[in-house]
């Protein structure tokens, strides 16, 4: 049995995740905000109820609870930062501070207080693994805000796998597409592979199994975001935005 730590796991990919370790026999430290749609699974509540769930109630912008409540989890195998937002620039050149400072406080700044609580409680040969997007390959419009986020998560993994021995720890960064979640289902424009979070956990989960640094899925859309980010700059722009035309 893992000791297995997963944030933003109320919902989406999250509660997907905490779904299948508890399957295999793990024990969850399951972190969110709002846990109501626990309380309408007969198996989270008899997990809860044997320890093998454990509920962590904190808000990822109160930076000092993330502190103060990570300080009871126990050593880890693995942990997942998986929460995050997503909030959309609509008008750059009225360019909304407040809206990017919300996005990468939840993206980004909560993340390095997770860090401070969590690595210290890594067991030998855990596994930690970051939530990016395949947003970071290439840029997007209206993306300022959410894609400036997690190209930093890409890069503190990166620099993180390089600080940090892969015989201590295995550092990952986790590049999805697109998933049907509540952040998604906000958005007004086609999605394209858009695939569910039950199928998003499976890609992840396999990914840890398998120790790799770098997860992304779909592979025939992640790909082409990473084919596309290597084109010359004025090759890429001009595919974004014809993709918006359309």
Known sequence: MRNVLITGATSGIGLSLVEKYLQAGDKVYACGRNFQAYLKSSSLIDAEKSDKLVKIVFDMNHHDAIIDV???????????????????????????AELFERVINTNVISIGYCLQALLPKMKQKGHLALMGSSAAFVPFQR???????????????????????KERLTISVIAPGFVKT????????????????????DHIINGINNNKQHIHFPFPFTRFLILMGALPSCIWQWMALRMKRK
């Open 70 to 96: 990570l300080t009871e989890v126990e050593s880890l195998d693995i942990a997942i930062l998986n929460a995050g937002t997503c909030e959309y620039i609509d008008d750059a050149m009225g360019f909304d």
């Open 143 to 165: 993306a300022e805000a959410y894609g400036a986020s997690k190209a930093a998560i890409h890069y503190l993994a990166q620099s993180l796998q390089l600080d940090i021995p």
């Open 182 to 201: 509540p952040l998604t289902d906000k958005n007004d424009f086609p999605m394209p592979m858009l695939i569910e979070p039950d199928k998003a956990a």
